[in-house]
């Protein structure tokens, strides 16, 4: 089945630790998006790429990283500048709006990070 | 980044209809989503306004006023398993794809 496929779903880190969520989708999507999600706010862009080997910072991007070495792959890298890490993070792809298509996102299921 | 505005908390009895209502700022979008979020799970698409008017998908339905930045979600005959949370978000205007959400609206459906 096509999807989004983040892992790990939950992960722990001790402060000052760099760790690394990943997302693979095969929808044949040509772009992506990390969003973060902490209560009572709304999801926020961390970094987004529509085309292989180009990403671009979002409204949040300090203290994460990313790459966009395949279409399929977008993995996210929260580092220890990141200050306040602990969060829900979510994977989202789509392809450009059309006449045939809304563009929507399709998100993963999430990866919960919690920094000890 | 441009500001979408829902209320935090709407309450429903189960079979009956609650109005989610969403406002932004006009000049910074083009169209708005919708989309449902069970707790702890990923959001789900639910529609989809470019332009103004109202979008009818069974239950639920969702209208579009360009001019006034205005946008509700209306979900009718309410069950159980609509008691969730109701994302609205702006399609920004500088590039495809990149959207603006608001906090989400949680929907408590009481028997």
Redesign the interface.
């Known amino acids: 089945d096509g999807g989004i496929t983040q892992s790990p779903k939950y992960l722990f880190r001790k402060e000052g630790q760099n760790v690394t969520l990943s997302c693979e989708q095969n929808l044949n999507h040509d772009a992506m998006y990390w969003y973060r999600q902490d209560p009572g706010q709304g999801l926020r862009l961390i970094y987004y790429s529509q085309i292989v080997n180009d990403f671009q910072k979002g409204d949040i991007a300090e203290g994460y990283s990313v790459s966009r070495e395949k279409k399929e792959s977008f993995p996210l890298t929260v580092t220890s500048a990141q200050k306040n890490p602990t969060a829900f993070y979510l994977c989202a792809s789509s392809i450009a709006p059309g006449p045939m298509n809304t563009g929507e996102l399709f998100f993963g299921e999430g990866s919960r990070l919690t920094v000890l | ?1 441009q500001n ?1 505005d829902q209320p ?1 908390e709407m309450t429903a009895t189960e079979g009956a209809i609650v109005q989610i209502n969403c406002t932004y700022q006009t000049s910074g979008f083009n169209g708005l ?1 919708w989309y449902q979020q069970h707790a ?6 639910l529609s ?1 306004n ?1 332009l103004d008017g109202l979008e009818e998908k069974g239950r639920f339905s969702s209208f579009l006023s360009r001019s006034k930045g205005y946008s509700y979600l209306l979900l009718k005959e309410l069950q159980m398993k609509d008691s969730a949370s109701y ?1 609205c ?1 702006g ?1 920004l205007t500088d ?10 609206t949680q929907v408590v459906v009481t028997p």
Do not use: M, R
């Open positions: 980044g979408i935090t989503f702890g799970e990923a959001p789900t698409f989809y470019v994302l978000a399609i590039s495809w794809g990149k959207l603006q959400f608001g906090a989400g």
